[in-house]
């Protein structure tokens, strides 16, 4: 599986937009961009994910770029509850498992 | 629809001992996997369960083994524990796996913390 590239941590103001990037420029044509969250003591989340188009769900949207060599999650009002530890995976029909790194530490401010 | 439930929550037990961590899997998944959380790491796959035969394995060792039911869901059992197996273990459950053909999502449960002195 391709392997990810994510900034250390982020803070973004409660309300505006957070836009978490991802870098896998190594990625291969069969590999999906999978996000997972993991808030303080619980399990992973699934967010969402996607091939090769742009995604939308009730939690976010993923904008993977034309050459699928980065995405960027977007969570478009931030609140205090999306405070957490935002993971960018990507997994092909090969892999079994998810391979996680060590994600970007998101911290949402009053 | 029920989610992915994890038993006990906390555990403690002593360099040595045996140990079992039970998970059900989300209602209609039939793929159950594991993943060790050592603090301030992210997860690392342990081994999944289709069907109720192994279906991929991590870097573990051995001492590390699982089951999973025809109910679907699983065990994940650890031997002869050592300092560094103290972690929170998580159980995923899906319903297919990598190699359906498709992409597909994860539902974790919250984990079990198991400490070993």
């Known amino acids: 599986d391709a392997k990810t590239t994510q900034p250390t941590s982020m803070d973004c103001a409660e309300g505006r937009a957070a836009n978490l990037p991802c870098n896998h420029s190594?990625?291969?044509?069969?590999?999906?961009v999978y996000w997972y969250r993991q808030i303080h003591s619980q399990g992973p989340q699934y967010i969402i994910h996607g091939l090769k188009n742009n995604e939308t769900n009730e939690m976010a949207s993923l904008i993977i770029t034309e050459d699928r060599k980065s995405s960027t999650l977007i969570l478009p009002h931030a609140t205090l509850r999306d405070t957490a530890v935002y993971y960018c995976i990507v997994r092909g029909n090969a892999g079994n498992m998810l391979t996680f790194g060590g994600g970007t530490r998101l911290m949402v401010k009053p | 629809e029920t989610g992915v439930t994890q038993s006990p929550t906390h555990l403690i037990k002593t360099r040595g001992q045996q140990v079992t961590l039970r998970c059900s899997s989300q209602s209609g998944h039939n793929t159950v996997s594991w993943y060790q959380q050592a603090l301030g790491q992210g997860p690392q796959f342990i081994f999944q369960y289709y069907r109720e035969e192994e279906n991929g394995r991590g870097n573990f060792p051995p001492r590390f083994s699982g089951l999973q039911f025809p109910n679907y869901s699983s065990e994940l059992n650890v031997n002869a524990l050592e300092l560094d197996d103290s972690a929170l273990y998580l159980c995923?459950?899906?319903?297919?796996?990598?190699?359906?053909?498709?992409?597909?999502?994860?539902?974790f449960g919250p984990g079990t913390r198991l400490t070993v002195t």
């Open positions: 190594t990625i291969s044509g069969n590999e999906y």
């Open positions: 995923a459950s899906s319903l297919g796996w990598a190699g359906s053909g498709r992409g597909y999502e994860q539902y």
